[in-house]
């Protein structure tokens, strides 16, 4: 079993920056990917970004890349999302999720998420 909880969102104006932080626990991470998804009020959960927890293999969704930076911690086992140049279209309900993925991280989808944290709000005002 892992658990994972998330913190960091908030209230911010558009082009800014948030850090949201992911922080794992109950069982060893080696062979999980963690990510990142967002649900937008009346729209799908859709995925944001991912990262292997024990390798350098990164994905992020197209609207993102540039703006959005997945890293880890491994003594603190927690994993983050730095979040800039945040636009109105950012805001969402944004959730941690880890994935027994042995193939690349691009394969993380709603579909093969394992665990979920209980989400963070992240508001970009224009």
């Known amino acids: 079993q892992v658990r994972l909880v998330e913190s960091g969102g908030g209230l911010v104006q558009a082009g800014g920056s948030l850090r949201l932080s992911c922080a794992a626990s109950?069982?060893?991470?080696?062979?999980?990917?963690l990510g990142w998804f967002r649900q937008a009020p009346g729209k799908e959960r859709e995925f944001v970004a991912a990262?292997?927890?024990?390798?350098?293999?990164?994905y992020y969704t197209d609207s993102v890349k540039g703006r959005f930076t997945i890293s880890r911690d491994n003594a603190k086992m927690t994993v983050y999302l730095q979040m800039n140049s945040l636009k109105p279209e950012d805001t969402a309900l944004y959730y941690c999720?880890?994935?027994?993925?042995?193939?690349?991280?691009?394969?993380?989808?709603?579909?093969?998420?394992?665990?979920w944290g209980q989400g963070t709000q992240v508001t970009v005002s224009s």
């Open positions: 109950g069982y060893t991470l080696d062979s999980y990917a």
């Open positions: 999720a880890a994935a027994l993925i042995v193939g690349p991280v691009a394969t993380m989808t709603l579909d093969t998420v394992d665990y």
């Open positions: 990262r292997h927890w024990s390798g350098g293999d990164t």
